[in-house]
């Protein structure tokens, strides 16, 4: 099976343990904003990105620039803010 390209949107323990399961399936995985506890996670290309990639509108430019082949939200917030209708829309 080929890895893939992931973006993990989330910055807690449950974005940790998520990212800690998908690592081997991935080639890289981009975090955003993520946490230091990430960048432990071997086996994957992982990065952490800046505060201002916590809003939607920056959440959808970052898919676009990378295109990710999935997008993985931990948090509800950037879900209830529309963030997976954004990305069906524009991605």
Do not use: Y
Request: glycine share 10%; net charge negative.
């Amino acid at each position: 099976m080929e890895k893939k390209n992931l973006i993990l949107i989330g910055a807690g323990g449950r974005e940790h343990a998520l990212l800690w399961a998908l690592a081997p399936d991935c080639h890289s995985i981009i975090v955003a904003p993520g946490n230091a506890g990430c960048t432990s996670i071997q086996g994957c290309d992982c990065i952490i990105t800046t505060d201002s990639a916590t809003s939607v509108s920056a959440l959808v430019d970052l898919c676009k620039r990378v295109q990710p082949d999935l997008v993985v939200v931990g948090p509800e917030a950037p879900l209830a803010e529309g963030l997976a209708g954004k990305l069906e829309t524009t991605i």
